[in-house]
């Protein structure tokens, strides 16, 4: 019994020392690896590097990751294969129009030996020739027309030299900073065009409220401005958290410089050549007094034709969007710039299709208000972008709950800089086509 209890008893002292010492462990534990140290502490390591020579060549090295993903190819063509089927469909409607309805118009309104009351009569019978006064009237905020027009030229001429470098192999995924630097350079570069171009379309809206200096500056200013103030904040509240994520405080004083000292130059050059040159002429004169526009069916006001509109050139990308999401927010390889490319080639073409049928619906109502309608109606299609993009931060995007509010703020950030891209980008593509569109039927048409 002594001995047993003696046992018991060098136990219980045993238990009691071993609990003691894992307390006092734990004491120094938390004290050794407090988050913040008050002391330097110097940590030293080793590792070793073994270099194994392949066979695999400099050039093919990717490929590897490439059939990792074969399976997408298959997504990819599917893309394809949907988005040429819109395509298709819009480009019949748009030949049924030319060839069929306004050639029929055209040959009955211009015949001369027609008789006065034949000739109203045939004017009364469509009506997208009873507003030919007025199609050329210049809208609302007409400078702030230009500038966006000018804008689409810059980002569009940036994405397709982006792409196409892309394609053909000066620009690795590897190294997505040179894809970067190259948007930028390329953006800076593509201020000229911009620059010119809504110079032209200033002059062409003279008289409407438009001035050269100040539209050459928003053209400079607007769209870049922007997208460098949501971008600054989205740095201020990363630089705030204290991630290492930030962008350093000397990349944004090199984008400064090359917004205001290589971008800005540049459209303030393109400015000065466009309202140089001559001025457009419409093919037809616009009257002094407006015409009143008729009540319009509920789905040809501004609102649900412009949101119908927007549906169909997000058909078209919204399955490469995905993938696309996927290599900016989850760290997968995009390699595949050539689908890239031929869905761009497809998006614009539907963007300039949907925008001329939906146009000339309008102007067959005898609403000639379409300058702005002509941008919202492809632009639109951003907001379908941004939608979707919510829904893949929903559903793809997994956040941990500490970080979710900083987290969402730093993704529906960047995507409304890229949807405020694609809109500017198909808006200008919309409204380039119809202009050309309108053009063209009304200097078809003989007017007294």
């Known amino acids: 019994m002594r001995a047993s209890g003696t046992?018991?008893?060098?136990?219980t002292t045993r238990a009691t020392s071993s609990h003691a010492t894992r307390r006092a462990g734990r004491s120094r534990t938390r004290r050794g690896l407090s988050s913040r140290p008050t002391k330097k502490q110097e940590v030293v390591f080793t590792y070793d590097v073994l270099w194994v020579k392949s066979?695999?060549?400099?050039?093919?090295?990717?490929?590897?990751?490439?059939?990792?993903?074969?399976?997408?190819?298959?997504?990819?063509?599917?893309?394809?294969?949907?988005?040429?089927?819109?395509?298709?469909?819009?480009?019949?409607?748009?030949?049924?129009?030319?060839?069929?309805?306004?050639?029929?118009?055209?040959?009955?309104?211009?015949?001369?030996?027609?008789?006065?009351?034949?000739?109203?009569?045939?004017?009364?019978?469509?009506?997208?020739?009873?507003v030919s006064g007025d199609v050329f009237r210049a809208p609302k905020h007409a400078s702030l027309l230009a500038v966006y027009i000018g804008s689409g030229v810059q980002v569009l001429g940036m994405g397709c030299f982006t792409i196409?470098?892309?394609?053909?192999g000066f620009l690795s995924p590897s190294n997505r900073g040179s894809l970067?630097?190259?948007?930028?350079?390329?953006?800076?570069?593509?201020?000229?065009?911009?620059?010119?171009?809504?110079?032209?379309?200033?002059?062409?809206?003279?008289?409407?409220?438009?001035?050269?200096?100040r539209t050459t500056l928003m053209t400079a200013l607007v769209f870049p401005g922007v997208v460098f103030v949501v971008f600054f904040g989205i740095n201020c509240v990363?630089?705030?958290?204290?991630?290492?994520?930030?962008?350093?405080?000397?990349?944004?004083?090199?984008?400064?410089?090359f917004w205001f000292f290589i971008s800005l130059p540049l459209v303030f050059l393109g400015s000065f050549v466009g309202f140089r040159s001559a001025p457009v002429e419409h093919p037809v004169r616009t009257n002094p007094i407006p015409r009143q526009v008729p009540d319009q069916i509920w789905y040809m006001k501004a609102l649900p034709s412009v949101l119908m509109g927007g549906v169909l050139p997000f058909g078209v990308?919204?399955?490469?969007?995905?993938?696309?999401?996927?290599?900016?927010?989850?760290h997968r390889f995009y390699y595949l710039f050539g689908f890239m490319f031929l869905v761009l080639m497809i998006l614009l073409v539907t963007c300039a299709e949907i925008s001329v049928v939906m146009c000339y619906f309008q102007l067959c109502s005898e609403d000639y208000?379409?300058?702005?309608?002509?941008?919202?109606?492809?632009?639109?299609?951003?907001?379908?972008?941004?939608?979707?993009?919510?829904?893949?931060?929903?559903?793809?995007?997994?956040?941990?709950?500490?970080?979710?509010?900083?987290?969402?703020?730093?993704?529906?950030?960047?995507?409304?800089?890229?949807?405020?891209a694609f809109m500017v980008i198909t808006g200008f593509v919309g409204f380039i086509s119809t202009f050309f569109f309108i053009r063209t039927i009304y200097g078809s048409i003989k007017v007294d």
């Open 317 to 330: 990308v919204f399955v490469e969007l995905f993938f696309i999401l996927s290599s900016i927010w989850q």
């Open 180 to 213: 970067l630097a190259a948007v930028v350079v390329l953006f800076a570069c593509m201020g000229a065009p911009a620059g010119y171009v809504s110079a032209m379309f200033c002059k062409m809206f003279h008289g409407a409220g438009t001035d050269r200096l």
């Open 7 to 11: 046992t018991n008893a060098r136990s």
């Open 369 to 420: 208000h379409w300058w702005w309608r002509s941008f919202f109606t492809s632009g639109m299609s951003a907001m379908y972008l941004f939608m979707y993009a919510s829904y893949y931060f929903l559903t793809r995007v997994h956040v941990a709950k500490s970080a979710s509010m900083i987290s969402g703020l730093i993704f529906f950030g960047y995507m409304f800089v890229f949807s405020y």
């Open 164 to 168: 196409l470098f892309a394609v053909l």
């Open 55 to 130: 066979d695999v060549k400099w050039a093919s090295r990717w490929d590897v990751y490439l059939k990792m993903q074969w399976q997408d190819d298959e997504i990819h063509w599917f893309s394809i294969v949907n988005s040429s089927v819109i395509l298709l469909f819009l480009s019949g409607m748009v030949a049924l129009i030319m060839l069929r309805i306004l050639r029929k118009d055209l040959y009955r309104y211009n015949q001369l030996e027609q008789s006065e009351e034949a000739r109203e009569e045939a004017r009364e019978e469509t009506g997208w020739k009873l």
């Open 238 to 257: 990363i630089w705030g958290d204290k991630s290492t994520g930030a962008v350093p405080f000397g990349t944004l004083v090199a984008l400064l410089v």
